[in-house]
C-alpha cells in the first residue's frame, strides 16, 4: 500500500491522481475493483454474466446501452456446473453478440479451495499460464471456491486474501457471483421481499467495491439489478434487463445512444437548451441516469471544453448549468467555467 502519506507527499498523492477510473464498461464495471453480484438461484446471473464477458472481449456495448472504450481479457473460473451447458449458452449468445474468443479463457478446474494454500497457489499459476493479461476475473460461484460456511468470518476473510492476491498478482478486476439467503417468510406464509438478501459475513460484503442484487421480473420476461454498494460512486443505481429467448441475450427495457458519458450529458444539455431551460447536478444525473462519479467526469469534461457554464446558487439553491451553444456568450449573471473550483458534489 505504500508509505504513510502527509504534508507535502500528500498534497502530491492528490494533485496526481487521475481524473478517473478507467472504466471496463461504463456505468458497470471499472478497473481494478472487486465487484459482488447475489441473485436466487436460478435467476440469471450467469446469463447476465456471459453477455457481459462476450461483449467485453469484442469492445461491443452490453445490453443495448453501456459503451465498453476497449476489448478486455476475461478469465471466467467456473465451479458449479458442466461446461456443456455453458458452452451452448456462449453459442446461442455468440451469434448475436460481437465477440472475440481469444479475449476469453473458460476453467472449469476439478478441485478448488481459497483456504487451502497450496491449491490456492496452484490456481493462481493455473491463471498464469494464460498467454493474455487477464483485465478481469470471474469466480462463478463464490461458495464453491472454499470449504466452508461464508457465514463464518475466517471463511470469508479467507476468501479475501485469496482475491487480494489475485488482484496484486494480475493487477485485475474481480467479479463475485454469489447466492442470496434462502427465502424469508412472514407469519401469514407470504414471501418476505427483503431489500438486500445478502448471504455471508459482513466482512465479504463490506470488502467489495461494488453490490449488485439481481432479482426476475414478477413476469418472468427479465431480471432487474440493484446497486447496494458501490464505493466510489462510478454504477447505475436500478437497472432492468428484458430477456429475450430467441437470442438468449438481455437488453436494457429503456434504451438510450450508446455514447460517453460526457457525451450522454451533453445530448441532454442540448435538448434542455432547445426548450431554453436549465438544470442542475442532481437533476440532471436523475434525467440522465448517470452515476455521481460520470457526472462529475462529464461535467469537467463539458467544462473544460467551454460548454457548460455554472452559476453560483443563492443560499442553499443548487448552482445552475447552463449550455453554451457555439458562437453564444453566456446566459446573464452566469460565471463562465471556471476549471479551478470543485466538482458540484452529491
Request: charged share 25%.
Amino acid at each position: 500500500m505504500g508509505e504513510p502519506k502527509t504534508g507535502r507527499t500528500l498534497q502530491e498523492a492528490i494533485t496526481n491522481l487521475p481524473p478517473h477510473r478507467p472504466a471496463l464498461i461504463e456505468e458497470l464495471l471499472y478497473e481494478k475493483t472487486v465487484t459482488m453480484l447475489a441473485a436466487e438461484p436460478g435467476a440469471g446471473k450467469s446469463t447476465v454474466i456471459t453477455q457481459l464477458i462476450l461483449a467485453l472481449s469484442g469492445a461491443d456495448s452490453v445490453f443495448s446501452r453501456f459503451r465498453i472504450p476497449a476489448h478486455k481479457n476475461s478469465y471466467y473460473l467456473q465451479l458449479e456446473g458442466g461446461e456443456e451447458e455453458s458452452f451452448r449458452r456462449i453459442g446461442l449468445m455468440s451469434r448475436n453478440l460481437h465477440h472475440n474468443f481469444d479475449c476469453i479463457c473458460w476453467d472449469s478446474p476439478t478441485l478448488f479451495d481459497a483456504l487451502d494454500a497450496s491449491i490456492a497457489n496452484e490456481t493462481i499459476q493455473r491463471l498464469q499460464r494464460w498467454d493474455r493479461p487477464i483485465d478481469l476475473l470471474v469466480m462463478d460461484p463464490i461458495y464453491m471456491a472454499v470449504a466452508g460456511d461464508l457465514v463464518k468470518a475466517d471463511v470469508s476473510n479467507g476468501l479475501i486474501r485469496f482475491i487480494e492476491k489475485v488482484r496484486r498478482t494480475f493487477n485485475c478486476s474481480v467479479i463475485l457471483i454469489h447466492h442470496t439467503h434462502r427465502a424469508r417468510y412472514a407469519s401469514n406464509g407470504s414471501k418476505i421481499n427483503e431489500e438486500d438478501p445478502y448471504y455471508g459475513s459482513q466482512w465479504l460484503k463490506a470488502y467489495v467495491d461494488v453490490g449488485y442484487c439481481l432479482r426476475s421480473l414478477p413476469d418472468g420476461t427479465g431480471v432487474e439489478i440493484d446497486s447496494k454498494k458501490s464505493r466510489a460512486g462510478e454504477v447505475v443505481k436500478k437497472l432492468t434487463l428484458l430477456y429475450d429467448p430467441e437470442t438468449f441475450t438481455c437488453n436494457v427495457a429503456d434504451p438510450r445512444p450508446i455514447l460517453a458519458v460526457e457525451d450522454i450529458l451533453l445530448d441532454h444539455l442540448t435538448k434542455m437548451s432547445e426548450r431554453n431551460e436549465v438544470t442542475d447536478f442532481r437533476k440532471a444525473m436523475q434525467d440522465t441516469q448517470l452515476s455521481p462519479a460520470s457526472m462529475r467526469r462529464a461535467q469537467k469534461a463539458l467544462t473544460d471544453r467551454g460548454l457548460l457554464v455554472i452559476s453560483n446558487g443563492h443560499g442553499n439553491s443548487s448552482r445552475t448549468w447552463t449550455l453554451v451553444r457555439q458562437g453564444t456568450s453566456a446566459a446573464p449573471g452566469v460565471q463562465p467555467p471556471d476549471n479551478t473550483q470543485q466538482s458540484e458534489q452529491t
